[in-house]
């Protein structure tokens, strides 16, 4: 009887432990996630949680501390009951203390999500339920911290397990995809990539296109093969003309990957530098990359350039397909933007072609890079036969893109919302349109990220170039935010008028009882959890 009922506490112990490694294990999967379930960048992320872990080692050891009144209990039944409990106890106030985070970017449970958690689960039993029957009980003192810990490196071992399993799903997909596009013979097809401004693009050609044709445009950032791919084969219809079809890359490989897999004749490099460095490596990584759009299209294809951006500039293309260039500062440019003029309520200026035709244009968008831009979207739209005056109601009816430098009201006062993946880039131009705005100006940024050894570098660049553009700076997150606060220390910004605040949720309830309506507030990049430190 007493044996019975040492394995039913066994079994009981069991139940507890999972349910004390499920929050550890939620954290870790959301953080794996967030890492776009690549192992290179989930290991190097888990090294620096190491580290402040060592930070908190003398909390992490007083909330272990029950464990060791096992000491001093001499029966094994009532010890593995009391190891139950103290177990399970540590499980509910994980889960309470989990229940009580708001996440930036919560844990979003897709179908791979899930096939993780199984795999996990099984990999779990497969330890524990051997150390439960062979450990003795008073090894749990040593265990029981280690299972807390467990489900990071459990990630690791998931991850070498399933990947060939996703592999082959997603190639399954991808296939069904291309189908889909092979049965479309007269489907036009444009690919849009860049460092930065790609998604931009993407919308405002879309807006324009749609004056003519039935367009379809892969939505929000489904600019990876799987985004892509659930794009053609749910959303694409025997009604649609164009497919305009965004091409992300992190890595070296992915948009020859990508073009070779959608095919398109278009193609529009938006501007190419330092970005994603830490996957990269090197600038020249970059440069090939991007420049794959442009060099796997058809000898019968058109590619549209920014002639501004030098590293697109100075690039030797080998593809004799036609090209289109455009510009702001390069005259020999097809089309290029003169006469800018800038306003809180938007952008006029005046397109003058290669055959000196000048046509004046008005956007409610703002910042130069919106006119480059819209620049490429109207090369494109002429070449594929939109008329002029369409294209002036096009571009003066598009739409501000969301979290790309998107003017709009929030509690009374005026925020730009600039807050996806800030580039140095994008944020030199966000400071030179908060220069522009009356009342307050006010930056709330946890500053840039994926820039490699450079990244310091960017961001104490970023904060010196506030002063002058704006009254009031809100640093997210003490760590990741020290280089942007030393170049403001540098270039002799008041830094009186600089807060350090330890999270988005602190930094709105500071605007909530200081911003005025007449302040306007630059959102500036919004780190998903695992980057914010």
């Given amino acids: 009887m007493r044996t019975t009922l040492i394995n039913i506490s066994q079994s009981a112990f069991l139940l507890a432990l999972l349910l004390f490694v499920w929050m550890p294990g939620k954290h870790a999967l959301h953080m794996f996630q967030q890492n776009r379930y690549e192992l290179k960048r989930y290991i190097p992320w888990v090294s620096k949680a190491i580290t402040d872990f060592g930070s908190k080692l003398a909390l992490y050891l007083f909330f272990l501390s029950p464990l060791f009144l096992l000491l001093f209990i001499e029966d094994e039944l009532f010890s593995w009951v009391a190891l139950t409990t103290i177990a399970a106890l540590y499980a509910l106030l994980l889960w309470s203390l989990e229940m009580r985070k708001q996440y930036i970017k919560p844990l979003h449970l897709t179908n791979r999500v899930r096939r993780q958690i199984v795999t996990m689960i099984l990999i779990f039993l497969l330890i524990s339920l051997p150390l439960v029957i062979w450990l003795p009980m008073r090894g749990w003192l040593i265990m029981i911290p280690v299972f807390y810990w467990l489900p990071w490196v459990l990630i690791i071992v998931m991850a070498l397990i399933t990947e060939p399993l996703e592999n082959v799903v997603k190639n399954y997909y991808i296939y069904l995809a291309k189908r889909i596009l092979r049965k479309r013979d007269n489907l036009i097809k444009i690919g849009i990539t860049g460092s930065y401004g790609k998604t931009s693009s993407k919308n405002i050609l879309n807006d324009i296109l749609t004056n003519q044709f039935y367009s379809l445009m892969t939505p929000a950032s489904y600019n990876t093969p799987m985004g892509i791919t659930i794009t053609i084969r749910t959303m694409l219809k025997p009604i649609h003309q164009v497919f305009i079809c965004e091409m992300g890359a992190d890595k070296v490989g992915d948009i020859d990957m990508l073009t070779k897999f959608v095919k398109p004749q278009f193609g529009i490099v938006t501007s190419i530098g330092p970005q994603h460095l830490n996957t990269f490596k090197t600038l020249d990584n970059i440069i090939l990359e991007k420049m794959k759009m442009i060099e796997n299209l058809p000898i019968s294809g058109v590619g549209v350039l920014n002639r501004d951006n030098e590293h697109i500039r100075n690039y030797r293309i080998k593809n004799k397909c036609q090209i289109l260039w455009y510009g702001i500062e390069s005259e020999d440019v097809d089309y290029r933007a003169v ?137 997210i997150g003490k760590t990741q935010t020290l280089p942007i606060f030393e170049g403001l220390k540098e270039s002799g910004y008041d830094m009186d008028q600089v807060y350090v605040m330890a999270s988005v949720k602190e930094a709105f309830a500071w605007l909530g009882t200081h911003a005025s309506k007449d302040d306007t507030v630059l959102i500036e990049n919004d780190l998903p959890d695992a980057f914010s430190r």
């Fill in 339 to 475: 006469n800018i003029r800038y306003s809180p309520k938007g952008t006029s200026f005046e397109v003058v072609t290669r055959e000196q035709v000048s046509i004046p244009f008005e956007t409610k968008m703002l910042g130069e890079h919106s006119v480059l831009n819209i620049l490429a979207a109207i090369a494109l739209g002429k070449h594929l036969g939109i008329d002029w005056e369409r294209l002036q109601k096009a571009v003066a009816s598009t739409r501000q893109v969301e979290h790309r430098l998107e003017v709009k009201k929030m509690n009374g006062y005026t925020v730009i919302d600039n807050a996806f993946n800030s580039n140095p880039v994008s944020s030199k131009n966000s400071l030179d349109i908060l220069s522009l705005m009356p009342g307050k100006r006010i930056v709330m940024t946890p500053g840039m990220i994926e820039l490699g050894d450079k990244q310091d570098d960017y961001n104490r660049a970023f904060g010196a170039m506030m002063k002058g553009k704006a009254d009031v700076v809100l640093l």
